[in-house]
């Protein structure tokens, strides 16, 4: 044992994982390591996926007495006009907090990252509201957007525009703390000797600001609105706890309209009609996925060819 | 020394699979639907844990997911033994978990068949095990102060009346007619869900109705309307911050005595008389009048959603505990105890007479030769959006914002299409 030590101290640091005589024991448990994570990725993750998949063409009450249907669910979720209200709903949501929040987020790290008193204490507050829960944020916001309206007569869930707007600020409020701390570490890795020789070639802070700083922090801006994409797309507590999707109108055919009912939320209340609508609602899941999964992919796509090498 | 340590690991993994999979004896795991009675449950749990040595898991739903919650744990292996199904509808969807009760022990001790809920052969799938009433609920105390008795009050004209004088001099009074008909959901229920059975009673009475109809026609919605007007003006509450006003803000006004008038059920007694330490004599339960013809003559809101209904997936053992279980709560000194306390009258053989007065004041009604006013609400077709639709109408109704007619077709329209949503 003890020689085997002093071998390995006497190894340049770099080389010491590369080393066979290190490798070769690692290499051959690897799969006992995996193992844990795997099992746990299988039963939290694969297999309920599969059953998902599945019990979207049955009709089901719980997943014990699934009974085959085909694509009835999938037809009848297509022809629910409340599925494609919700999803323009959820597309302009998404449109107008990704940009909100990246836009936001990226010059309050800019500000943050200037030599000035107390950023770190910035940062820290800024950060803070992401550390609340879903349901907590929605409750809260409401009580504050109710408190101020109820001062002109009128409340949250009066009209659809009030909803829109309040969730809209919710998210920032929440998001743009997370989403600053990661622009901070993109831009604290924009190469000093770049932004110096900038400033050398005579740059406006403007040109410095678009040819040099955000070229170099494009991997932040990627992962940020992957982040912002997917979670407007995923939104569900906050839309459930601050509206529930009010406003509803009732037309005079009965039909209901949810004014600011986002995707998740009406999958949600789909499954809640009755028992035959669990697999309608399951469908719709299923739908929701891919089209998540296609835009986050596409988007991925779109801003990483936009990075440079450093 | 790493390969102990891996085959240790490994040992343990296998190990916490088995301990998943061991140990069958009979037990019995009873959902429960009223936070309000979780703890009193617990204990009568742990009582006939003690007595018996058979293990009795109660788990309450939060407020509001009791569906949601029966779904999830349905699904998993150690399913509910014993569960709630309280409605027509809770029975089309769980009709297939639902044991047919009749000649088991527990159904031998029923004194009606009132309450229960029956299969198309007369199967009986789930047992009514109290009941309950609601109406408006009335401080005596404070109506006093304010120069009225109860006797005073005997229709819509007469509570308009009594409720309008109050509202005009609650400066003066120190207290308010109503408390607030909050529309935030944890109290709009009260009004989408038992205000209008008012109005679904008296239609469904005059058309016979016995099971949910396609379409209502709305005929008592002006009564609705005169009833939500009256709670909405004689109230110390802005009509405009109604819909995020709790249920537990209006409890609270009635309870410290700022309203005379709070419209709710007998289940609210122990809170208001051990919460709020208001004397049992201080309270009554008026019917809820609206305007309706002959309504001089109606008796509290009475009926039930507390119905229990047997797994009949679950392993035979397990069912006989939980049948053992069940006519253990029903007959035993602990069980009528508890169930006396926390339900009210319970349609058993040796159920203990409540010390609850609303029940005594349903009872005198009745015994009055008055007409139970009963819970046509329970046909509602997909309950919880035809409810969403009609708060939402009446929140904007009560701010300004919307109109009557609003609400009328949240209530019409909505319920035909909600039907056809449910059995198309």
């Not at chain 2, 199904?85 to 978990?97: E, S």
């Not at chain 2, 009004?191 to 016995?210: C, I, K, Q, W």
Request: charged fraction near 15%; hydrophobic fraction near 45%; include cysteine.
């Amino acid at each position: 044992m003890s020689d085997k030590k002093k071998k390995k101290a006497k190894r340049p640091s770099g080389s010491a994982v590369t080393s066979n005589l290190i490798r070769k024991p690692i290499q051959r448990w690897a799969p006992l390591f995996i193992l844990p994570t795997f099992v746990c990725f299988c039963i939290g993750f694969i297999w309920p996926f599969l059953q998902g998949i599945y019990l979207s063409f049955c009709n089901f009450m719980t997943p014990k007495d699934a009974k085959w249907v085909g694509i009835t669910n999938y037809v009848k979720a297509f022809s629910d006009p409340s599925f494609g209200r919700a999803f323009w709903n959820t597309t302009g949501f998404a449109v107008v907090s990704i940009v909100l929040i990246n836009i936001i987020a990226f010059f309050i790290a800019y500000a943050l990252t200037q030599a000035m008193r107390g950023a770190n204490l910035f940062r820290t507050v800024f950060f803070m509201p992401n550390l609340i829960g879903g349901v907590v944020l929605g409750y809260i916001w409401s009580m504050i957007f109710d408190g101020i309206l109820h001062r002109y007569g009128t409340y949250l869930e009066a009209n659809a525009t009030y909803g829109f707007w309040g969730l809209v600020i919710l998210v920032a409020w929440q998001q743009i703390g997370y989403m600053m701390i990661i622009y901070i570490a993109g831009l604290q890795a924009v190469p000093g000797d770049m932004l110096e020789a900038a400033k050398i070639d005579g740059a406006s802070g403007w040109k410095t600001l678009t040819k040099v700083i955000l070229p170099n922090v494009m991997p932040s801006i990627t992962i940020c609105t992957f982040l912002t994409l997917t979670n407007s797309f995923k939104m569900f507590d906050q839309n459930l706890a601050l509206t529930g999707g009010n406003p509803i109108t009732t037309l005079a055919d009965g039909s209901k309209i949810a004014a600011t009912e986002l995707l998740a939320l009406n999958i949600y209340s789909t499954y809640n009609i009755s028992r035959n609508w669990h697999g309608v609602a399951q469908a719709k899941a299923v739908i929701f996925f891919i089209l998540v999964a296609v835009l986050a992919l596409s988007q991925l796509y779109a801003t990483r060819s936009k990075e440079v090498q450093q | 020394m790493k390969k102990i340590l891996a085959l240790v690991l490994v040992l343990v993994m296998a190990l916490s699979f088995v301990a998943c999979g061991a140990a069958d004896e009979p037990s019995v795991y009873y959902l429960n639907f009223k936070p309000e009675a979780d703890a009193a449950w617990q204990d009568l749990a742990a009582a006939y844990t003690a007595e018996t040595g058979i293990p009795v898991t109660v788990l309450t739903a939060a407020s509001g997911t009791y569906e949601d919650t029966l779904t999830s744990e349905m699904a998993k292996t150690d399913a509910p033994t014993l569960f709630q199904c309280g409605t027509a509808a809770a029975l089309a969807n769980w009709g297939d978990y639902c044991l047919d009760l009749s000649g088991t022990d527990v159904y031998a001790e029923m004194t009606t068949d009132d309450f229960n809920l029956k299969g198309e052969n007369g199967e009986v799938y789930a047992i009514g095990y109290c009941y309950e009433a609601f109406g408006i609920i009335c401080n005596k105390a404070l109506l006093a102060k304010a120069g009225y008795s109860v006797e005073d009050i005997t229709d819509f004209a007469s509570l308009k009346a009594v409720a309008d004088d109050i509202h005009a001099r609650a400066d003066e009074l120190g207290f308010d007619a109503f408390s607030s008909a909050g529309l935030d959901g944890s109290s709009s229920w009260r009004f989408s869900g038992h205000l209008a059975n008012m109005p679904l009673y008296y239609e469904f009475r005059d058309n016979g109705v016995t099971e949910c109809p396609a379409e209502i026609t709305g005929a008592y919605l002006d009564n609705f309307k005169n009833i939500w007007d009256l709670y909405i003006t004689d109230s110390a509450v802005d009509p405009a911050t109604l819909s995020s006003s709790t249920g537990d803000a209006s409890l609270e006004e009635f309870g410290t005595g700022k309203a005379v008038f709070y419209q709710n059920g007998t289940w609210e007694f122990s809170n208001l008389t051990d919460k709020y330490g208001i004397p049992a004599s201080d309270l009554t339960m008026l019917p809820i009048y609206c305007g309706v013809e002959g309504e001089a003559n109606a008796a509290l809101c009475s009926g039930t959603e507390n119905c229990w209904a047997v797994n009949s997936q679950a392993s035979d053992a397990d069912i006989e505990a939980t049948l053992d279980f069940m006519k253990w709560v029903v007959t035993s000194e602990a069980g009528t105890t508890m169930m006396a306390e926390q339900f009210g009258p319970c349609p058993f053989k040796s159920a203990k007479e409540p010390a609850n007065v609303f029940f005594a004041d349903a009872n005198r009604l009745i015994s009055e030769g008055k007409y139970t006013v009963t819970w046509a609400f329970n046909y509602t077709p997909n309950v919880d959006d035809w409810r969403a639709g009609v708060v939402s109408a009446l929140t904007a109704y009560s701010a300004g914002t919307g109109d009557w007619e609003a609400v009328e077709t949240a209530f019409v329209a909505g319920w035909a299409a909600e039907y056809a949503k449910l059995n198309g």
